[in-house]
């Protein structure tokens, strides 16, 4: 709507400049700037209203398919999987599946930020030496010999 506002303002801006530089010359009358507006409204240039000339241009262009017609195009290319929806991707791609379960995804997790491995704020991540590396794998072991005491952990 601000848009709309903007553009019937600038318009109207243009059309009291034009009319007043060309008063103040004297060479043309009031009658004259009218017949001028009313022939470049006429011809396209201005729009009427103080419209959006985008819509305007949008409206004018001839198509052969009428707006129903365009809407169930657009749907059967969307059922059809031709036209991504949002944020989706129209592509084919495998299913990632994880090996490890939930108890072992935050023991690992846990094990991580307990030694720093997991970067805060804009601070650079820092690669986990051998020794931190077999203390999350102890903790994912751990996890697998007693999945439940995993899961009460950081409750």
């Not at 690992?108 to 970067?119: D, F, Q």
């Not at 650079?124 to 020794?131: G, N, S």
Request: charge should be positive; avoid cysteine; glycine fraction near 6%.
């Amino acid at each position: 709507m601000q848009i709309h506002r903007h553009a019937r303002l600038w318009l109207l801006l243009a059309a009291s400049v034009a009319a007043t530089s060309a008063l103040a010359e004297g060479s043309v009358s009031r009658a004259q700037v009218r017949a001028q507006t009313a022939a470049a409204m006429a011809a396209g240039q201005i729009v009427h209203g103080g419209a959006n000339p985008v819509y305007a241009r949008a409206a004018s262009i001839n198509s052969a398919l009428s707006r129903n017609d365009v809407n169930s195009e657009t749907f059967a290319a969307m059922r059809a999987g031709q036209l991504a929806r949002g944020d989706e991707q129209s592509f084919d791609s495998e299913v990632f599946a994880s090996s490890l379960s939930r108890a072992e995804v935050k023991a690992e997790t846990l094990a991580s930020v307990r030694l720093g491995l997991v970067p805060h704020g804009e601070a650079p991540a820092r690669i986990a030496t051998v020794a931190e590396l077999e203390q999350v794998r102890m903790a994912v072991e751990d996890a697998r010999i007693a999945p439940r005491a995993v899961a009460m952990k950081g409750r």
